[in-house]
C-alpha cells in the first residue's frame, strides 16, 4: 500500500494487514517517524506537513519500484500523513516485508532515507515565537 | 504559449499564492521558465529550488509546451 492520507496512521494495523499467508515472509521491518516535541531545545507547538500530491504519490510509487528492484523483499508499503501534526504524532509509516531480516532492514531504511530526499513533501516546524520551513534556508 | 507555475511550502507562502500563469515564447525550456519568474518576483532572489515538468523532477533544457505543469520544488523536508 502507497498512500498519502490526511488523518492518523494506524501502525498496527499496516503491520498487521498485508500478511498474505502465501507470501509471509520471516522478516518485518517497519519504520515509524514521529514528531518531536523539541529541535535544537525549541518546544515544537505543531508540524504543519504539506504535499504535491500528485506527484509526491508518483514519486513514491517510484520509490516503492526501486526499492523492490534493488533489494530481496515480498512487499513494502508506504504511508505519509499530511496536515497538522502534534507532538507524538505519527507522520510516516514504511513497512518491509522479507523473507530473512537484512533485505527488510536495508529497504525500510533506503526507502525513508530516499523518501526524505525525493519526495515533494514539506514540513513547517512551529514554536512559540515562529516557524520554519525544514531544510529552506536562502 | 501559457503554463502553469505550482507553488509550495516557503515558496508558496512568499509569494501569497498557489501559482503563477506565465506566458512565454514557443520553444521556451525549464530554464527559461524559472528565469522569467525571477525577473517577475523579487521574492525568488536567493532561493533554491528544484523544478518540476508535468510532476516529474526536469531538467533546466527540457522543453514546454502550451499547457504544461510546472512546479517550484523547494528542499523537501518529509518524513
Known sequence: MIALVDTP?????LLSQGSDPGAAGGGVVAFI????AETKGERVLRLEYEAYREMALAELEALAAATRARFDILALDIVHRVGVL???DVAVVIVARAAHRGAAFD????AIDTLKQTVPIW???????GAVWVGDRP | MRVRVLLFAGLRERLARAHVDLDLPDGATVGAATEALRALHSELAGRTFSVALNRRYA???AALAEGDELALIPPVSGG
Open chain 1, 107 to 110: 529497504a525500510c531504511r533506503h
Open chain 1, 123 to 129: 514540513k513547517k516546524e512551529v514554536f512559540a515565537n
Open chain 1, 86 to 88: 502534534q507532538p507524538g
Open chain 1, 9 to 13: 496512521i494506524d501502525a498496527g494495523a
Open chain 2, 59 to 61: 531538467r533546466v533544457d
Open chain 1, 33 to 36: 517517524g514521529a514528531v518531536r
